[in-house]
């Protein structure tokens, strides 16, 4: 199994550029099961969980036809014969569950593996199940499957419980070939969310509303091909800010608007960060140690869940003490004991964290738990004193498009280990 070697120390300074956003893409190749016309997706990250959805796909029978080298792919959902997502692809990436609206919306049936327990929290679908159910589906859970049928799904009124990034996913494209008008009210707000109503509207949909808390969709018969360009990857983004602030560097990220990461950029600010802020890139310049400060995750436009690991490893080093809430999965705290390996002070009480910033971090052996908590480590590793190695990166992979060659561009001393 890889590793990452890291020999910290290095303030990482220069020009990287994001690859396509994995949580936009997912739900948008899924998109194409919608129509029975070739769609061609442009800025398609090159990751394992692109790869698990392409599996997927196929074993649905839609015809892929990669370039990934180009981070291009067309699809092509004519001949769909098999509305499954089995366990083992459902099991190794959640995000699978929204097939679930796209196939019951054009062929009336959908077998769906239940996602099952994951690493950061129970992630259960009940609100994904209760939207589908609102629009005319029966379901039946069954040996470890959902089953869902509906001859015609209908527009309906559905207020989601809690602004649920997936299930907000999963109705909006329900809802586009439904009998009638859908409104969606307390509905994701994410960025992702919205480059998925932008390609369902380029397939012919009518949506309105989308990143707002309510979202309207006038069903269609029929909706049609597209050529769509993936948005650029904020967390990502977000991941090489925060190893810039950590050690005291100044890098630009290129291919993001600064705007889908606003909430992430006023607290480096405070932080003691400089921020330049543009449609096309964000730059960050620091020196010496970054200021402590206090984040509650929240969706979105609130702080990212999905940034909060590698914003608790730029407070491990912070000057104070700051305090980390995390509100959105129960369960993602799995960083803090690696981090503490490197020396890091944090108390956990249940949902909160209180990190004293330390002067310094020690390199050690460390084991990679989930995604995001792997890009922590990194950054732990970035500014330890001496080697820091990284095992079980199988999870950086799920998400991070060449990681290690962009750190190392910026000047960063780290190296896959195979
Ligand atoms: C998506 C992102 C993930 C991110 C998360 C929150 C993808 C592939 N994943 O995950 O990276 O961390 O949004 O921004 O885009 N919940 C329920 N019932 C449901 C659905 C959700 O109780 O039916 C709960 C979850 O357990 C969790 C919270 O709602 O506590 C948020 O989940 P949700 O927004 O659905 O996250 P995902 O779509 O799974």
Known sequence: ????????????????????????????????????????????????D??????????????????????????????????????DLVRTMRASVVVLGPLLARFGEAKVSLPGGCAIGARPINYHLAGLEKMGARINLDAGYVRAIASKLKGARIALEFPSVG??????????????????????????????ARVLRAMGAEIYGEGTEVIRIQGKPKLHGCRYQVMGDRIEAGTYLSAALATGGQVRVEGIS???????????????????RDPQFIELASHGRPKAVNITTLPYPGFPTDMQAQFMAVMAVAEGSSVITETIFENRFMHVPELQRLGANITIRGNIAVIQGQPTLKGAPLMATDLRASASLLIGGLVAEGETIVNRIYHLDRGYEGIEAKLSKLGAEIERVK
């Open 258 to 276: 600064s705007e889908v990461l606003e909430s992430v950029l006023v607290r480096f600010e405070e932080a003691g960060a400089k921020i330049q």
């Open 50 to 87: 692109i790869r698990t959805t392409f599996k997927l796909l196929q074993f649905m029978g839609v015809h892929v036809d990669s370039k990934m080298d180009h981070n291009e792919v067309t699809l092509n959902a004519k001949g769909v014969n098999r509305f499954e997502a089995p366990y």
């Open 1 to 48: 199994m890889d590793k990452m070697r890291i020999i910290g120390g290095n303030s990482l300074r220069g020009t990287v550029k994001v690859s396509g956003a994995k949580n936009a893409a997912l739900p948008i190749l899924i998109a194409s099961l919608l129509t029975d016309e070739p769609c061609i997706f442009e800025n398609v990250p090159n990751l394992q």
């Open 167 to 196: 299930a907000t996913q999963n109705l909006m494209m329900a809802a586009t070939l439904a009998e009638g008008e859908t409104i969606l009210e307390n509905c994701a707000k994410e960025p992702e969310n919205v480059d998925l």
